[in-house]
């Protein structure tokens, strides 16, 4: 019988958060389909337009915690992913750091933008 192995622990806050930001992101992509793909159509869609939607607070503070939530999602399941397939030691204080800096480098730049995207910069 094969060994099952993850770097989770069932229950754990590592576990949990994957869990909970999985949730959250199909949640959000449905409200992002629907929006984009449904009420606006993708011939309609414009950087004016996006402008706009960013104009509202609550459109505006779910893109930022649909993106912070997508970054936190993508470099934890690497990680672990990565952990997984056995990495050990040195190398996996590496792949973490380089893992959360260019997390927080793309958070940042994000907000950066969607602040841009609302004028406030």
Request: charged share 10%.
């Amino acid at each position: 019988m094969a060994e099952r192995y993850s770097s989770f622990t069932p229950g754990g806050t590592g576990w949990f958060l994957q869990r909970i930001t999985a949730a959250f992101l199909v949640v959000v992509l449905a409200f992002h389909f629907f929006l984009l793909h449904f009420v606006n159509h993708a011939y309609e869609v414009t950087f004016l337009g996006t402008e706009a939607r960013m104009q509202n607070i609550g459109y505006f503070l779910t893109m930022v915690l649909f993106l912070i939530t997508a970054a936190f999602h993508g470099v934890n399941g690497v990680y672990n992913a990565l952990v997984n397939q056995g990495l050990e030691g040195a190398q996996k204080k590496v792949v973490l750091a380089v893992l959360v800096i260019a997390g927080v480098a793309l958070v940042a730049q994000g907000i950066y933008v969607a602040l841009a995207m609302r004028g406030m910069i």
